[in-house]
């Protein structure tokens, strides 16, 4: 089975010919690992006009992980490498043939703009919510994170206690395999049993959603968690499991009507009052402004301590 992998280019097709010459290309490097050795599995040439390109690896899996490069058709210069992706990951809440379907285009000239709009909105969405709704290792294992904890005393690691050094932002846990704790920034890492004897993973108040809290047992070897940098250490998978509906319906329609807009603006049409007045849109579409509305649960919540 080969693995679908879609590439942008970093730059305009047309200031990567004068770059690199005619004939220049876009060249896909894959490795097993994302911080391994990367070796060439594919390259198209680059097109005047055309910034979106397609490739297939037939030995791929949706494990490789997978850098793209521009260069000289003969491979006797290249620029610099793309981050390192995964084919299945994710680069925004919807995607391009989900947009696709939303709108009536003649062809596939556009896909790289399209893509754009998805990410702003993506990014807009992660903004306003102040979080993110991604799986955190994207496709799969566990990932290495390490938390801050700022005020003394907690039993619970919230929000308001923690914050991540790898991403600056508060608890959202799918799951935990190991959580370490050290009582100093020289201190060694003591891990901490799930249950009675160690710690629960406090569950949030909406169906599907992330467990919000880390809450340590009276009967543990920790009742509190210590403070200071990288304090507590969480080995397993961070964000939402996958991403919900009504994240992917607004980014959905934020990247539908920022093209219908344009460059130019303007509102559009969405209905009429009871006087056969028309009614326009105003500002961001119906199901964003539901999303990051007062009392939306995909809010991040936000606690003060007096």
Not at 227 to 238: D, E, F, H, S, Y
Request: proline letters at 5%.
């Amino acid at each position: 089975m080969s693995i679908h992998i879609s590439v942008s280019l970093s730059e305009t097709s047309d200031d990567l010919l004068v770059g690199y010459g005619a004939g220049a290309k876009l060249y896909l490097d894959s490795a097993a690992t994302e911080e391994g050795a990367y070796s060439n599995v594919d390259s198209e040439t680059i097109v005047s006009g055309t910034e979106h390109y397609e490739f297939w690896d037939s030995a791929g899996t949706s494990a490789t992980w997978y850098k793209s490069r521009a260069g000289k058709s003969d491979g006797s210069a290249y620029g610099a490498y793309s981050d390192a992706f995964q084919a299945t990951s994710l680069e925004a809440y919807a995607s391009l043939m989900d947009l696709r379907e939303s709108m009536d285009l003649p062809d596939t000239a556009r896909d790289p703009y399209l893509l754009d709009l998805l990410r702003v909105a993506s990014e807009q969405i992660d903004a306003e919510c102040g979080r993110q709704f991604y799986r955190n290792p994207q496709v799969s294992g566990d990932g290495t994170f390490y938390v801050d904890v700022y005020r003394t005393g907690r039993e619970r690691l919230t929000g308001a206690s923690a914050g991540y050094t790898t991403t600056g932002e508060p608890l959202d846990i799918i799951s935990i395999t190991t959580l370490s704790i050290r009582d100093s920034e020289s201190g060694t890492y003591t891990d901490v049993v799930s249950g009675d004897a160690g710690y629960y993973l406090d569950a949030d108040f909406m169906p599907g959603f992330p467990y919000s809290n880390v809450t340590l047992s009276p009967a543990g070897t920790y009742t509190t968690f210590p403070t200071g940098k990288r304090a507590v250490r969480i080995v397993g998978v961070l964000g939402f499991a996958s991403v919900p509906q009504a994240v992917r319906n607004a980014c959905l329609d934020m990247a539908r009507e920022a093209y219908r807009q344009g460059p130019g603006g303007g509102p559009s049409q969405i209905g009429s009052n009871q006087f056969g007045a028309p009614v326009y849109l105003t500002g961001f579409p119906q199901s964003f402004r539901k999303l990051v509305g007062v009392g939306s649960p995909y809010l991040r919540r936000s606690y003060v301590y007096v």
